[in-house]
Nanobody, 123 residues
Framework: VQLQAFGGGLVQAGGSLRLSCAAS????????MGWFRQAPGKEREFVAS????????YYADSVKGRFTISRDNAKNTVYLQMNSLKPEDTAVYYC?????????????????WGQGTQVTVSS
């Protein structure tokens, strides 16, 4: 199983980025997907989750209204659209797959993780 996250970069505060995570080696539609992030010196934290069909989503309060998670099961890809970015959004962003299929905010339940993509928001 491989999860490849990409799309990170350097952006000014108020800007936007779209992260993608391409999955291979698993039946993508059997898995819920999540995005997590980890800033230097901090623990990994939940960002957003989407269930197997895309019909249910859940967000951390810190990103609600600014970030949107979505998925395309035909392309085995999950996305994270990030708008109105803030310097405190700076972190390495990871995608993860959870075979329980429903949304989940705790990292311990996820079965597979991507390698992470750096997002840096300048003030």
């Amino acid at each position: 199983v491989q999860l490849q996250a990409f799309g990170g970069g350097l952006v000014q505060a108020g800007g936007s980025l779209r992260l993608s995570c391409a999955a291979s080696g698993l039946t993508f539609s059997y898995y819920a997907m999540g995005w997590f992030r980890q800033a230097p010196g901090k623990e990994r934290e939940f960002v957003a989750s989407i269930n197997w069909s895309g019909g249910s989503t859940y967000y951390a309060d810190s990103v609600k209204g600014r970030f949107t998670i979505s998925r395309d099961n035909a392309k085995n890809t999950v996305y994270l659209q990030m708008n109105s970015l803030k310097p405190e959004d700076t972190a390495v962003y990871y995608c993860a797959a959870d075979r329980r299929r429903s949304i989940a905010a705790t990292p311990g339940g996820y079965n597979y993780w991507g390698q992470g993509t750096q997002v840096t928001v300048s003030s």
